[in-house]
């Protein structure tokens, strides 16, 4: 069974770049990486995608090396409305499976 | 933008009882999903619906789940006798096709079981 794995929390300073990496050593070979962003008391939300390589949006970048046993979500200049649980996904169309996540804390 | 909605936002229901949690995914998604989330705990995978059929389903989805598309827009969740620990946020999500579509989800449905 797939299995992600993260750092539980982190903490940051407004306007510092943060960056949470997390490992995936047994993604299969059609699966995408996903990372979701929750509030308390909402749904997640879709930060960013990506299969290899760097991916970036308005948002944020995803770098994932070449084996593909790993990937960085990269938050530039986070601010306390950035304080979230993260969440690393990997998974297909049939299950896509939520780790524990990280707790990102922004400090003023 | 489009979105996934859910209802009702909170619902209170006795032990034993039956409850449905309804969703109206996204119009011209495919894949449908539903997850739990126990509070304080990690979102978790129930089930996944695709061309209307289950098409994965999670230890925690036993035979006192269930889902429906009744009516083509609707995606219903079914618990059909709930007990004291199902009270939790339950997540409808859903997605198009395409090997990098991601996947929607709705605000949730905060369900409270006494």
């Known amino acids: 069974l797939a299995k992600t794995t993260q750092p539980i929390s982190m903490d940051s300073y407004e306007g510092q770049e943060v960056n949470i990496t997390c490992s995936h050593n047994?993604?299969?070979?059609?699966?995408?990486i996903t990372w979701y962003q929750q509030f308390p008391s909402q749904g997640p939300r879709f930060i960013i995608q990506?299969?290899?390589t760097k991916v970036t949006n308005e948002v944020a970048s995803l770098f994932i090396p070449a084996d593909r046993k790993s990937s960085t979500l990269s938050l530039p200049r986070v601010s306390l409305s950035d304080t979230a649980v993260y969440y690393c996904l990997e998974g297909g169309y049939q299950k896509v499976t939520f780790g524990t996540g990280t707790k990102l804390q922004v400090i003023p | 933008e489009p979105e996934v909605t859910q209802t009702p936002s909170h619902q209170v229901t006795q032990m034993g009882q039956e409850v449905i949690l309804r969703c109206v995914p996204i119009s011209n998604h495919l894949y449908f999903y539903w997850y739990r989330q126990i509070l304080g705990q990690k979102v978790e995978f129930l089930v996944s619906f695709y061309n209307n059929e289950i098409s994965e389903k999670s230890e925690i989805f036993d035979d006192q789940f269930s889902v429906e598309r009744p009516d083509g827009s609707n995606f219903t969740l079914k618990i059909r006798s709930t007990k004291l620990e199902d009270s939790a946020m339950y997540f409808c999500?859903?997605?198009?096709?395409?090997?990098?579509?991601?996947?929607?989800f709705g605000q949730g449905t905060r369900l409270t079981v006494v």
């Open positions: 047994n993604i299969a070979t059609n699966d995408y």
């Open positions: 999500a859903s997605r198009g096709t395409g090997l990098n579509t991601e996947a929607f």
């Open positions: 990506g299969y290899k």
